[in-house]
């Protein structure tokens, strides 16, 4: 289940609900349903990724990250399959509940059956990443998709079901969690790039080589603070408000070591530092909610 990868996804939930009212009584239920649906997602997709790189022959012995279940020989096919089948419909039946406490009160139809559109899209999107005859992270959409969904709909979209409304603001805070999200998945492929390539795995850093993935990786940090400072001044924050982007200075040595790094391997340990300043962020954003 790859449990070091769940408060990465815990932190647009944390972020969409962070820039929301808190005094709804609601509140307390749309954020635990939309975090637990959130959390399942992820384990949805880190088995399916698990499935799907192991199918392809992406997980040997070349592989520089932690031994995977299915390459360890730790579980079978049959039984991944039967996992990812379980996890699917403890996240649709999640999502359900999430959007009968969210819509039913004001009756808002439209809205439960778009967001249902989306938690559907979100289930394939995660299952085909790696997994299927066609998986789309091997054709250099993996990041799109993780910006899209960690970010701006997973900010946005939790955002609007405790509020019923669309504050572009809310834009902002949703490009950080974007961005710092994207920038792990970068690193992932950073590390991985020469098996990737050797295994016809083509994520954007096969594409653009290297070098160029590392100034990608560059641009998605600087996007992503500043977002946030502008976050900041438009919405009027005080100066302790900017205690928000304390994540960031670990980030400068962060971007440092990784424009410096040659050897793909030293970027392992790397992944948890940008995972952990996202997560950082949403609480702190959270906690100017709530004090």
Same mark, same amino acid.
Not at 27 to 51: C, G, K, R
Not at 90 to 101: D, K, Q
Not at 115 to 135: D, E, N, Q, V
């Given at each position: 289940?790859? #449990?070091?990868?769940?408060?990465?996804?815990? *932190? @647009? +939930?944390?972020?969409?609900?962070?820039?929301? &009212?808190? $005094?709804?009584?609601?509140?307390?239920?749309?954020?635990?349903?939309?975090?637990?649906?959130?959390?399942?997602?992820?384990?949805?997709?880190?088995?399916?990724?698990?499935?799907?790189?192991?199918?392809?022959?992406?997980?040997?012995?070349?592989?520089?990250?932690?031994?995977?279940?299915?390459?360890?020989?730790?579980?079978?096919?049959?039984?991944?399959?039967?996992?990812?089948?379980?996890?699917?419909?403890?996240?649709?039946?999640?999502?359900?509940?999430?959007?009968?406490?969210?819509?039913?009160?004001?009756?808002?139809?439209?809205?439960?059956?778009?967001?249902? #559109?989306?938690?559907?899209?979100?289930?394939? *999107? @995660? +299952?085909?990443?790696?997994?299927?005859?066609? &998986?789309? $992270?091997?054709?250099?959409?993996?990041?799109?998709?993780?910006?899209?969904?960690?970010?701006?709909?997973?900010?946005?979209?939790?955002?609007?079901?405790?509020?019923?409304?669309?504050?572009?603001?809310?834009?902002?805070?949703?490009?950080?969690?974007?961005?710092?999200?994207?920038?792990?998945?970068?690193?992932?492929?950073?590390?991985?790039?020469?098996?990737?390539?050797?295994?016809?795995?083509?994520?954007?850093?096969?594409?653009?080589?290297?070098?160029?993935?590392?100034?990608?990786?560059?641009?998605?940090?600087?996007?992503?603070?500043?977002?946030?400072?502008?976050?900041?001044?438009?919405?009027?924050?005080?100066?302790?408000?900017?205690?928000?982007?304390?994540?960031?200075?670990?980030?400068?040595?962060?971007?440092?070591?990784?424009?410096?790094?040659?050897?793909?391997?030293?970027?392992?340990?790397?992944?948890?530092?940008?995972?952990?300043?996202?997560?950082?962020?949403?609480?702190?954003?959270?906690?100017?909610?709530?004090?």
């Amino acid at each position: 289940m790859r #449990l070091r990868t769940l408060p990465l996804a815990a *932190a @647009s +939930i944390i972020a969409g609900s962070a820039v929301s &009212p808190t $005094g709804s009584s609601r509140w307390p239920s749309i954020f635990s349903l939309a975090l637990l649906t959130t959390l399942l997602l992820q384990v949805l997709s880190n088995l399916a990724n698990d499935y799907g790189d192991f199918s392809h022959g992406l997980d040997s012995e070349n592989r520089i990250g932690p031994q995977r279940a299915m390459q360890g020989g730790k579980i079978g096919k049959n039984e991944m399959k039967r996992g990812l089948l379980i996890v699917s419909l403890l996240t649709l039946i999640s999502g359900i509940l999430l959007l009968y406490v969210a819509f039913s009160t004001e009756q808002m139809f439209g809205s439960a059956l778009l967001f249902l #559109l989306i938690g559907f899209l979100a289930i394939g *999107a @995660s +299952i085909k990443y790696t997994a299927g005859h066609k &998986p789309y $992270g091997y054709r250099g959409w993996g990041d799109m998709s993780v910006f899209l969904f960690f970010g701006i709909i997973g900010v946005c979209g939790t955002a609007f079901l405790h509020t019923k409304s669309f504050d572009p603001n809310t834009l902002l805070p949703a490009l950080t969690i974007g961005c710092l999200s994207t920038a792990v998945l970068n690193l992932n492929n950073l590390r991985d790039h020469e098996n990737d390539r050797a295994g016809g795995k083509i994520t954007l850093v096969v594409k653009m080589g290297y070098e160029k993935g590392k100034r990608y990786h560059l641009l998605l940090l600087c996007v992503a603070l500043l977002s946030a400072i502008t976050w900041l001044i438009v919405t009027g924050r005080d100066t302790v408000s900017y205690i928000i982007l304390l994540p960031f200075v670990l980030l400068v040595f962060h971007a440092i070591k990784v424009m410096r790094c040659k050897s793909p391997a030293q970027l392992d340990s790397e992944l948890k530092k940008v995972a952990l300043s996202t997560f950082t962020f949403a609480l702190l954003l959270l906690l100017l909610y709530l004090v």
